[in-house]
């Protein structure tokens, strides 16, 4: 089954608007690539598309484009165990996600989250402990910040819940 890696759609759509067709489907291109090499295994070229993608993806928006493209470079390097840099990458993902959603946001949570995995696989405990206490702050003041109406539509799976970051992969635990 393949790892949840998009950006929602709606996040990019400001930048859609004003960024040159021939910029976003190289773009496209690129990170449709790194996708399909990682449903297929094929990580070393996973690890070539998304460098390609994140490239062409910070010339179009440094933050929404660019974090996509890091996602799947990390997620190559966690697949073959390559631990330090999957710390890099995450730790960089972390900074540009709090950079653009801030350090409350469940996406942010959600590298914190996989940081802390990290952690865990290559024995840093203390680390790890440090990062699921942040993590559980944000999804606890996430959770109180929906309103009835909300809570009511995720109950009855109408709506996604917003403060469900994407999970940890199986991997990794």
């Not at 773009?27 to 390609?52: F, H, I, N, V």
């Not at 865990?120 to 790890?128: L, Q």
Request: aromatic share 6%; proline share 6%; glycine share 4%.
């Amino acid at each position: 089954m393949p790892i949840r890696r998009a950006t929602p759609l709606l996040l990019l759509l400001p930048v859609l608007a004003q960024a040159d067709e021939e910029q976003i489907f190289a773009w496209t291109r690129s990170q449709g690539e790194c996708d399909q090499a990682l449903d297929q295994a094929r990580y070393p070229d996973a690890e070539a598309a998304c460098q390609q993608a994140m490239r062409l993806g910070e010339k179009l928006e440094p933050g929404l484009f660019f974090d996509t493209s890091l996602n799947g470079l990390t997620l190559a390097y966690l697949r073959q165990q390559r631990y330090a840099e999957a710390e890099t990458a995450i730790k960089r993902l972390l900074e540009t996600r709090t950079a653009m959603f801030g350090a409350e946001h469940p996406l942010t949570a959600s590298a914190m989250n996989l940081l802390a995995a990290v952690y865990r696989k290559t024995g840093k405990e203390a680390e790890a402990k440090q990062l699921d206490a942040q993590f559980r702050r944000v999804e606890d003041a996430c959770g109180e910040a929906l309103d009835e109406t909300a809570r009511e539509r995720i109950a009855q799976g109408a709506s996604l819940n917003p403060c469900d970051p994407w999970p940890v992969p199986d991997f990794l635990r």
